[in-house]
């Protein structure tokens, strides 16, 4: 299909959605609630006392779950710093007073199971999150405790299940306050937004469904704000790559100002391929929303386009969840626009059986 079509053309093509990740998009406010459970259920948590820092091990799609946590957590009253690991070093800080939750979706991801291995010789006080593999093994014969989490889905479409339990535990462990109870109240404001950006009416009126088609042929750059911003865009454009197969990047205020900005002043050609999508809210604060329009002015003769989407809800828990309901859809909007069946990620398959080999 010529991306002109793709533009104007408002009928999805759900048949290219082979392997079903609409429906499993449409599920997520469900899933959300479900993880509200599997987090307050029976599990034996490790003290809380004398603990100096909390680390999130974890990768891709089940890595994005420690940042969500670290951008959660200190609105929710942490007095300690969180710390993601992405990488086969467990940082030298951790010991027997660092609280460490080891998440992978599989299981088999092997820097995660590395790094929980180093965590296990220096006595931190591990949690771990999985729906099964070599992660929940090794975690069931050294009495470790393990939120079970249902499997069958791709890591990115569990963002719920990998990231509420860790919140909730922190919340049980009475490190956070008030935060599983904003997740509770957020469940009604997803099914809402599922409506408005659900593939059950992709008019003009769908934002995601519309900036999708905006995207066709376009390499989404997606800007966010320090702290929880700039999670969602992470997620944003991690979403593009796995979902779309597209490359996408992301970056964040103020930071970008001090590089990036002056990165578009040349390869017109290149920069004009590219399109911006700048995350905010409403209570942006005053000389973030001033960089934001500045950053704007100077460099929007030079892309090929520049979207703002501002997040909605009434605490950060909603405005985030919100953006990476508004993501997901996109991304896989995109997808099924320019006939990709979203779930596939045969690249990382490949990778993935090229390192084990
Ligand atoms: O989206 C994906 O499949 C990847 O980003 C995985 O999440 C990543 O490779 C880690 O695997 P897992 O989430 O099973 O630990």
Redo the contacts with the bound molecule.
Sequence with gaps: MAADQNKSDSSLPTEVDKSGMLEVLEKFPGQVAEAIDIGQSELQLPSAEGLRAVVVL??????ISGDVVAALSADAGLKLPVVTCKGYDLPKFVDSDTLVFA???????EE?LDTAGQAMERGARIVAV??G?R?TEITESNSIPTFHIPGGL???A?LGY?AVPIMSALDRMGMVSGVVDRFRAACPMLEARLIEYGPGATGDDNGPFRLARELVDFVPIVYGAEGYLAVAASRWK?QFN?MAKVPAFHNYFPELNHNETVGWENLADVCRRCHVIALGEPALPARIEKRVKITIDLIQGSVGGVTRICARGSNTVERLLDLVYFGDFTSVYLALVTGQDPTP?AR?DEF?KRMAG
């Design positions: 974890g990768m891709g799609g089940s890595g998440v992978s979706y599989s299981g088999n991801t995660t999985s729906s593999g992660l791709q890591p990115r569990a990998l991690a796995e990620i990382i993935k």
